[in-house]
């Protein structure tokens, strides 16, 4: 677990500009009165959280904020940016920016937390996976064998330290921690803007320009399946929390959810959700599952941040704040609040009413 602490010497490169951002702003309005209770504001509006307000607002980037994901224990926050910096924030309290991880030589599209919270592993168009100590904010890892933009990137939730990457080069590449060097190539014929783990590491799954999403047999290094339906670009997926159905975003301005069970229907797409959009910019927008799989969440270019009910497809919550395109939106892994991030630089935290259903 991280020590949510300064590290000594490194004052100067840090960038503290927070404040409460509140329902009279005009953003984020949308807060609902939960079953789990933390307190009462001076406004007798009840809490659903433990955020210092029912929204936060953390500004300090110098470019677009492309990702943003909780550690596994809910209390750090690390955000990626065209800037080419990574920020470590602290949730709770102000919301500081205690760590700045620097190396990446272009922006930052794609990072995620390894399954202990330890390190960040992150993708750029630099051509380089990155892996990051998080307590320490020291790159301990570069894979550099793309030959062109990586898009995306994914650690392996269980077993050995394995990672995936999608690159504009047209390949998938399966990494090691251990090792040196990529363990496979995973070749295509279109660039790969999207990737992912089976839940019991033996499959890897690619999203690209083809609109499919192709599910690799990591032992005969083969495309085992294609799952066919999206009509543009796959820009973002996620598997479920309990690993059976897959979550993908596309430029279509749909989500849909594929049941990756191996004795599923032929017919996988089991759920579609509409009402986000995607724009000119061709932004890789992201989308997430909540912690227990009822709700799902995706940015958009239209500025609002997006949450379905999984059950009923009903859209639960169109939240505003952002002023530009909203390119990831994640929930916090214990506590009902979601944090976005977007091309306007800034990043929000809003804490959401769970009964709301």
Same mark, same amino acid.
């Given at each position: ?87 470590? %924030? ?125 599910? %690799? ?141």
């Amino acid at each position: 677990m991280l020590a949510p602490k300064r590290p000594l010497g490194e004052e100067t490169d840090l960038v503290i500009a927070k404040r409460p951002r509140t329902d009279t702003d005009g953003a984020l309005a949308e807060i609902g009165n939960g079953q789990k209770q933390f307190g009462v504001t001076r406004d007798g509006v009840k809490r659903t959280s433990s955020l210092d307000s029912p929204i936060m607002l953390l500004t300090g980037h110098g470019g677009a904020v492309f990702s943003l994901k909780f550690n596994p224990q809910g209390t750090v926050i690390a955000s990626g940016s065209h800037d080419k910096e990574i920020f470590l %924030w602290n949730v709770q309290g102000d919301c500081d920016n205690y760590m700045v991880l620097k190396g990446h030589r272009n922006a930052v599209l794609d990072l995620h937390w390894t399954n202990d919270g330890s390190q960040i592993i992150s993708a750029s168009p630099d051509k380089t996976v990155r892996a990051w100590d998080a307590e320490t904010g020291k790159q301990i890892k570069k894979m550099a064998e793309h030959l062109s933009f990586v898009n995306s990137c994914c650690p392996a939730r269980r077993g050995p330290p394995l990672i995936v990457s999608g690159s504009d080069d047209g390949t998938a590449k399966l990494w090691d921690m251990r090792h040196r060097g990529c363990l496979q190539t995973l070749p295509d014929k279109y660039q790969i803007t999207a990737v992912g783990f089976s839940d019991a590491t033996d499959k890897i799954y690619t999203g690209g320009l083809d609109n499919e999403i192709k599910v %690799w047999d990591l032992r005969k290094n083969e495309v085992s399946m294609r799952l066919q339906g999206h009509t543009d670009t796959i820009t973002g997926m996620q598997l479920s929390p309990d690993g059976s159905y897959l979550l993908t975003n596309s430029m279509d301005c749909t989500l849909r959810i594929w049941d990756m069970r191996p004795y599923a229907p032929q017919n996988r797409c089991v759920k579609t959700f509409t009402g986000h959009q995607h724009n000119f910019e061709k932004n890789l927008l992201k989308c997430s599952w909540s912690p227990d799989g009822s709700k799902v969440t995706s940015g958009s270019s239209d500025r609002m941040v997006y949450v379905w009910d999984t059950t009923s497809r009903r859209i639960l919550y169109k939240l505003p704040g952002h002023s530009g395109s909203v390119n990831e939106s994640v929930f916090h892994p214990k506590e009902p609040i979601i944090g976005s991030c977007g091309s306007d630089k800034q990043i929000y935290l809003g804490e959401i009413d769970p009964s709301v259903t």
